[in-house]
């Protein structure tokens, strides 16, 4: 059951700067708090060619550049939760920028589940500690002087959290934008009733709620967007506008999904973001490899 008690909302109004990954359809952002140098940035992207096994940081060279270029304080890199379509540059950032790693406290479930998947052995760690800070439903935290808070929201994966920054709040792929409506929930630990139940949780706070998405398509073949409010997704989000009811948007969920295939870089991005952005272990000779289990997902 998820509880519906919320902190106060602050009446802060951070500065947003969206990055859009073009290759993923994944926006990152640079949060600022108001009058202040301090700085989170959330969900970032490592660049990978797949089929060529490389790996590179362009995405995040911009996002570096311009927290440098705006003199800011990098005091914590969010991921919402473990990304089954972006690989997480968290680590790099973090080298060069400084602060620290978070994630929902969830993320042992996830580990869990996935380390039998990707066949890991007892030196893959499953409690977590690859991150500075494990969030639980309702924690604060600070950027600079602005308090943050996280809240549980799964459904997508038992470990989504929606981070509330002042006025904004980031909820990664349990929202898309109205005319996107929501995230699949058919990933393993993955429920469209919990889903159903976590957007309505997000749409409890106040109306004029700045939602900031994680991804955007572009349905229709309209230019990408990532800021909405609540108000406007409870006026017309395509699955869970007010009125449209849990069994309706169950029954929906779980057709739909039955006919999506699996993301293209689900394999490698589960791999590294379990592991808070870190590629697996180098062999003895120095190499490194990505897995890919047969008949598994």
Not at 132 to 139: E, N, Q, T, V
Not at 170 to 196: E, K
Request: hydrophobic share 35%; glycine share 8%; aromatic share 8%.
């Amino acid at each position: 059951m998820i509880s519906t008690n919320l902190p106060l909302l602050s009446d802060s109004r951070p500065e947003v700067t969206a990055f859009f990954d073009a290759t993923t359809n994944t926006i990152s952002y640079v949060v600022r708090a108001p009058s202040s140098r301090a700085c989170a940035i959330v969900d970032s992207v490592m660049d990978i060619d797949y089929a060529a096994g490389r790996i590179s940081f362009e995405h995040a060279d911009r996002i570096i550049d311009y927290v440098r270029e705006h003199g800011l304080e990098t005091e914590w890199h969010i991921e919402t939760h473990v990304h089954a379509d972006h690989l997480s540059a968290a680590p790099y950032l973090q080298q060069k920028l400084g602060g620290k790693i978070g994630i929902g406290e969830r993320i042992v479930q996830v580990q869990d589940t996935f380390g039998k998947v990707f066949n890991e052995g007892t030196e893959f760690r499953r409690d977590g500690s690859q991150f500075d800070r494990l969030f639980a439903d309702g924690d604060r935290y600070r950027i600079g002087s602005m308090e943050a808070f996280a809240m549980h929201t799964p459904g997508h994966t038992p470990a989504c959290m929606t981070h509330v920054m002042g006025d904004a709040a980031f909820v990664g792929d349990t929202l898309f934008m109205p005319d996107g409506g929501t995230a699949r929930a058919d990933f393993p630990g993955g429920d469209a009733r919990t889903l159903y139940r976590s957007t309505r949780r997000i749409l409890e706070l106040p109306d004029h709620t700045r939602l900031f998405m994680c991804h955007d398509y572009g349905p229709g073949g309209r230019e990408i967007r990532w800021e909405t409010t609540v108000a406007e997704q409870r006026a017309s989000n395509i699955h869970v506008r007010d009125g449209a009811g849990e069994g309706a948007f169950v029954r929906m969920r779980t057709e739909r999904d039955a006919s999506l295939s699996m993301p293209r870089l689900i394999l490698p991005s589960l791999q590294v973001n379990m592991r808070a952005g870190h590629l697996p272990p180098a062999d003895d000779e120095g190499r490194r490899f990505l897995k890919v289990p047969i008949d598994a997902l």
